[in-house]
């Protein structure tokens, strides 16, 4: 795509955060710290428009101005700044999917979390946990060992451990045993799984792509899409006013449809409600992400000791983002099956958020029949795949060709049927 050249003025050096720059302005008791983005005022045109600023959202615009060096950007968001689903989620990362389409995609964003920190000079407290599979049924270990052997096609680490090996890792799960009305039959162990400060990844994105020229616009929702006479994408509408752009990226996780349906297009997603909850902190119990496949619940211990929780989707279509009671005890329920002593915990907090999710449980990073106007949607464990989908994002739209890690990933496969079948793979019901 074409480019029109950022003035030298709207971009600036970004303030090194250190050891040593925290200490030089803790000496002037920290006033002088550099903003971590402006708040530049909106201007009519742009050669990008991205809408929302969530995780791929801000990394699309980071990947956009360091990759291709496109910056006459704007991201346009209703709220605030990283205050959507990148906000909402249970910060596992992970890349043990099934299909030949999907393991090198999230391996690759797997090792782009990896090295974010130092890219983005900001501390994501990126932890390499392990996620430990608490298998219950045979049939899920049927599924798992498929799994395993074609992760190790592509380079990422899963492999089967005994019940013995299981609870030594985890003394706190008692329950399972022989006589339970699910006994564990197996485990496996996923080595690069890992967890990360979701805020800093939004906040880490943002700062670098706003030195880079981008423009980040909080409180600017966007209304309706526009579209020329020629039919091609034109812009959009928001309170402020019409805004010009020939590209335009809809990244509003959960709201897609709302968007695109303002110019006509349908697409194959729906919105469901995904929520968690969070106990009390208390001692470190567990050093591993806990995944529950068979009874749908998951867990981790945050670095203030409060245990993290998550559970299955409720089913129902929803823009809900709170949690329904059912949904809630449904998971509750299932981890005091395998943890029976959690019983004793106070929850401190609950919350949801809404996820727009494909037939095949996919994401679509595409451009669509309108010209100009590209989607990335359908996340449903997105968080692990902002680097890699801002990344594949970008160069979409500064080639105007598929990135190879999203081909799979594009609107077609829903006209021929190639769906990448990773239902198995979430906590989906
Ligand atoms: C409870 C829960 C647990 C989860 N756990 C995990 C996990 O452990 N691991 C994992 O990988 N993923 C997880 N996810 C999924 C993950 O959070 C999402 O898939 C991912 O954050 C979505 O991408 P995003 O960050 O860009 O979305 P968001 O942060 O939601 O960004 C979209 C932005 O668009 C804005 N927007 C919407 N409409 C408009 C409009 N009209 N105009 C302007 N702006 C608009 C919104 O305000 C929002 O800020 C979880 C999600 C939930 C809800």
Same mark, same amino acid.
């Given at each position: 795509m074409a480019r029109t050249p950022v003035s030298p003025a709207l971009t600036r050096s970004m303030q090194r955060y250190s050891l040593f720059s925290l200490l030089r302005h803790g000496l002037s008791h920290h006033r002088h710290w550099q903003q971590a983005w402006r708040k530049p005022k909106l201007r009519p045109h742009y050669d990008v428009i991205i809408i929302g600023a969530g995780g791929h959202g801000l990394a699309t615009a980071h990947y956009l101005a360091l990759n291709h060096g496109i910056t006459n950007v704007a991201v346009l968001e209703r709220g605030w700044l990283g205050g959507g689903n990148i906000a909402r989620n249970t910060v596992t990362i992970r890349s043990n999917y099934l299909r030949d389409e999907s393991i090198p995609f999230y391996v690759k964003s797997v090792s782009l979390f990896e090295s974010?920190?130092?890219?983005?000079?900001?501390?994501?407290?990126?932890?390499?946990?392990?996620?430990?599979?608490?298998?219950?049924?045979?049939?899920?270990?049927?599924?798992?060992?498929?799994?395993?052997?074609?992760?190790?096609?592509?380079?990422?680490?899963?492999?089967?451990?005994?019940?013995?090996?299981?609870?030594?890792?985890?003394?706190?799960?008692?329950?399972?045993?022989?006589?339970?009305?699910?006994?564990?039959?197996? !485990?496996? =162990?996923? $080595?690069?799984?890992? &967890?990360?400060?979701?805020?800093? +990844? #939004?906040?880490?994105?943002?700062?670098?792509?706003?030195?880079?020229?981008?423009?980040?616009?909080?409180?600017?929702?966007?209304?309706?899409?526009?579209?020329?006479?020629?039919?091609?994408? !034109?812009? =959009?509408? $928001?309170?402020?006013? &019409?805004?010009?752009?020939?590209? +335009? #990226?809809?990244?509003?996780?959960?709201?897609?449809?709302?968007?695109?349906?303002?110019?006509?297009?349908?697409?194959?997603?729906?919105?469901?409600?995904?929520?968690?909850?969070?106990?009390?902190?208390?001692?470190?119990?567990?050093?591993?992400?806990?995944?529950?496949?068979? +009874?749908?619940?998951?867990?981790?211990?945050?670095?203030?000791?409060?245990?993290i929780i998550g559970g299955a989707n409720d089913p129902g279509q929803s823009f809900r983002r709170d949690i329904k009671q059912h949904v809630f005890e449904d998971a509750v329920a299932a981890m005091l099956d395998l943890f029976p002593t959690f019983g004793r915990l106070k929850l401190m907090r609950q919350w949801g958020g809404t996820l727009d999710i494909a037939h095949d449980a996919s994401p679509i990073v595409s451009g669509t029949s309108i010209p100009g106007l590209y989607v990335s949607a359908g996340w449903w464990g997105g968080f692990k795949a902002v680097p890699a989908g801002g990344y594949t994002l970008a160069h979409l739209i500064a080639t105007g060709e598929p990135h190879p890690l999203i081909r799979p990933f594009s609107l077609d496969r829903f006209r021929h049927l190639d769906y990448v079948l990773e239902s198995g793979t979430t906590t989906a019901r």
């Open positions: 974010l920190t130092k890219e983005l000079n900001i501390n994501l407290m990126y932890s390499k946990r392990t996620m430990v599979d608490v298998v219950q049924t045979s049939s899920k270990m049927r599924d798992l060992r498929r799994r395993m052997l074609n992760m190790a096609n592509h380079g990422s680490s899963y492999e089967p451990i005994s019940i013995e090996e299981l609870r030594r890792r985890i003394p706190s799960l008692t329950g399972g045993g022989p006589d339970a009305r699910l006994p564990i039959v197996g !485990a496996m =162990v996923h $080595t690069d799984a890992a &967890v990360c400060r979701h805020d800093a +990844v #939004a906040w880490g994105f943002a700062r670098s792509a706003d030195h880079m020229g981008v423009e980040l616009h909080e409180n600017t929702p966007v209304q309706a899409l526009l579209r020329g006479d020629d039919g091609r994408i !034109a812009g =959009v509408r $928001t309170p402020f006013g &019409v805004i010009q752009a020939p590209t +335009v #990226a809809v990244v509003v996780s959960g709201h897609t449809t709302t968007l695109t349906e303002t110019v006509g297009l349908r697409l194959p997603v729906k919105t469901i409600n995904l929520s968690a909850f969070v106990s009390e902190p208390i001692k470190p119990v567990i050093d591993v992400i806990v995944n529950c496949p068979d +009874v749908g619940v998951y867990l981790s211990q945050s670095d203030r000791g409060e245990l």
